[in-house]
């Protein structure tokens, strides 16, 4: 089967299952990235190792085309932060892979909010690619189940290992499962998170702030003090009755913050003041 892939490293895998089944790679597609929470270093060294091209910009109809002339039977989507262009009239096929359990929670990092949600279960998905985003017909989908205390960390790594099952069922099976593919249904899309919901409500229950912290992660979640803004690194939290008032800074030592809230007490360490636009979302697993 000759291919092209988009992916980065957490994507990895699938290249490696492709070559490990004896596909052909044709080309790789990938994005301009910091290195720092989402990385391609590890796909760009494979490429040059294995002599596979690599493109850094957003795929085109040319590119298409240009796969066509190459023999391309199939175009693999992991994570890319460009729109793909339709690719029917280039490509016999093209399979998206999404991290949740389609048809729900369809958009862009749906793992903040299945922790939010406090979901039980979730999943990764392969489909057909679409136009309207993640809603064609599924390939097929890994299913796991999701701990109480789930945290954003915990959750990209169980999509990775599911992602690496999904992967090689969907990777050993691919025409007859492209072929057996069946609608998704009506589900339901997730939007990107918004600052509001990033922002940790400190008059609120431990709980909820702590699940808040735990869904967003290294994305952080911001708050404030005094008028003051900022984003939080690191927080800890207990639970014990108190009659301050709920949202209150209570002291601060050094760079650490002691909060009051509604049943017990926050401590944030690790914090940065940052001007609004220098605050920025996590870029999609």
């Known amino acids: 089967m000759h291919f092209a892939i988009t992916l980065t490293d957490r994507f990895k895998v699938l290249l490696d299952l492709a070559l490990l089944a004896g596909w052909q790679p044709l080309k790789i597609f990938t994005c301009p990235l910091d290195g720092k929470i989402h990385d391609n270093r590890q796909v760009v060294e494979q490429a040059a190792r294995l002599g596979i091209p690599v493109q850094l910009s957003p795929m085109t ?11 391309c039977e199939a175009l693999l989507l992991g994570s890319y932060d460009w729109k793909v262009p339709d690719w029917r009239p280039y490509l016999p096929r093209a399979v998206n ?27 990764v998905s392969c489909h057909v690619v679409e136009p309207r985003f993640d809603s064609g017909a599924l390939l097929d989908q890994q299913l796991f189940a999701l701990s109480p205390d789930e945290t954003l960390a915990t959750l990209e790594w169980k999509c990775q290992l599911a992602l690496e099952q999904l992967g090689r069922r969907v990777i050993a099976d691919f025409t007859s499962l492209w072929q057996q593919a069946r609608p998704q249904g009506a589900g339901s899309y997730w939007p ?12 609120g229950p431990l709980d909820a702030v702590l699940r808040q912290l735990r869904a967003f992660g290294d994305i952080n979640c911001l708050a404030e003090a005094n008028g003051v803004g900022f984003v939080v690194h690191r927080a800890h939290g207990w639970l014990e009755p108190h009659s301050h008032t709920p949202g209150t800074l209570l002291r601060s030592v050094d760079l650490s913050m002691l909060f009051a809230v509604q049943d017990g007490y926050l401590v944030i360490s690790e914090w940065s003041v940052q001007s609004p636009g220098a605050i920025s979302g996590r870029r999609p697993f």
Not at 97 to 123: C, N, T
Request: proline share 10%; net charge neutral; charged share 25%.
């Open 61 to 71: 109809e040319a590119d298409l085309a240009a796969l066509a002339a190459q023999g």
């Open 97 to 123: 892979f999404h991290p949740s359990p389609l048809p729900e929670a369809r958009g862009p990092f749906p793992l903040v909010r299945a922790i939010l949600e406090q979901r039980s279960q979730w999943g």
């Open 192 to 203: 990107r998170w918004s600052d509001a919901e990033r922002t940790l409500n400190l008059r």
